[in-house]
């Protein structure tokens, strides 16, 4: 585990895995996930340099006083001065969710820098439903005792959307998301004011044009992974993501919502193959 200083004076958490000489894999995790989000995926790349950070406000980076800028054009800086900070000059980068639309972001201003593309369950279209389930849970502790319980209910809720994931899986993703608080209860491993930035960023007008953002991946290696039971990324999204992109890889993880863990079968080929292609 390791530190660096952001241009505007925020220490940030990240984690640098690996060969120094092999192909560097930038993961960039979800709107309120961490380094952690890539725990099942880790073992299976271990060939590679694998960077993983925490955006500021998430995880063990620092919160920042003015959470507007809790943006993806902040957040994706951050990760350009993080790649400057380790000398790196070009990645692969596996975007999970907010991570993808960091992805696309940086297809824009530095476009230079991406070897390759892993868009894990994220597109230019995001379904209003599924911004809604977003918001009903963004900076809200759950009102549970332990991490033992907050496990069950991830099984409970996303039984239908994820059949079939045993419940020591989502002991980890539990572990990952929470921590147990020392007088009992469990506290968000994020900032609660992020949904202060998200209200006040929607509030603020319409964003970019992810299409626009997204056409500029066009000449970079680019997969795409879709949980069959996603309510972020619909299947006629992937299907026009494809149609723009020519040679766009695609795969649809069976018995997977929004996100899959990436350990998958069909997720772990397309991670492959950007690889391969990034050579």
């Not at 998958?264 to 193959?273: D, F, M, P, Q």
Request: aromatic share 6%.
């Amino acid at each position: 585990m390791a530190r660096f200083t952001t241009s505007d004076g925020l220490s940030l958490h990240y984690e640098d895995e690996g060969d120094t000489g092999a192909q560097a894999v930038l993961c960039l995790a979800g709107l309120t996930r961490n380094t952690r989000d890539f725990n099942f995926v880790a073992p299976h790349l271990r060939d590679c340099r694998l960077i993983r950070m925490d955006y500021r406000g998430r995880g063990l980076s620092d919160r920042d006083a003015d959470c507007m800028n809790y943006n993806i054009v902040r957040e994706a800086q951050d990760a350009v001065e993080l790649l400057d900070h380790l000398g790196l000059k070009r990645v692969v980068l596996i975007g999970t969710s907010r991570g993808g639309l960091i992805a696309m972001a940086l297809s824009l201003s530095h476009a230079e820098r991406l070897a390759g593309v892993v868009l894990n369950d994220i597109g230019p279209e995001v379904s209003a439903e599924g911004i809604a389930r977003i918001m009903d849970y963004v900076g809200k502790t759950p009102d549970l005792p332990d991490l033992d319980t907050a496990a069950e209910r991830l099984k409970a809720v996303h039984a239908s959307d994820f059949p079939g994931v045993p419940l020591e899986r989502w002991r980890a993703q539990a572990e990952a998301m929470f921590e147990e608080r020392a007088g009992g209860g469990l506290a968000l491993r994020y900032d609660p004011e992020l949904r202060r930035a998200l209200v006040g960023q929607a509030g603020a007008g319409q964003g970019p044009d992810l299409w626009t953002l997204f056409d500029h991946l066009s000449q970079t290696p680019l997969a795409v992974i879709r949980g069959a039971n996603s309510d972020l990324l619909s299947e006629a999204t992937l299907e026009k993501m494809a149609a723009r992109h020519p040679g766009l890889i695609a795969r649809t993880v069976p018995d997977r919502g929004h996100v899959p863990f990436l350990d998958e079968e069909e997720s772990l080929a397309a991670i492959r193959a950007v690889l391969e292609q990034a050579k």
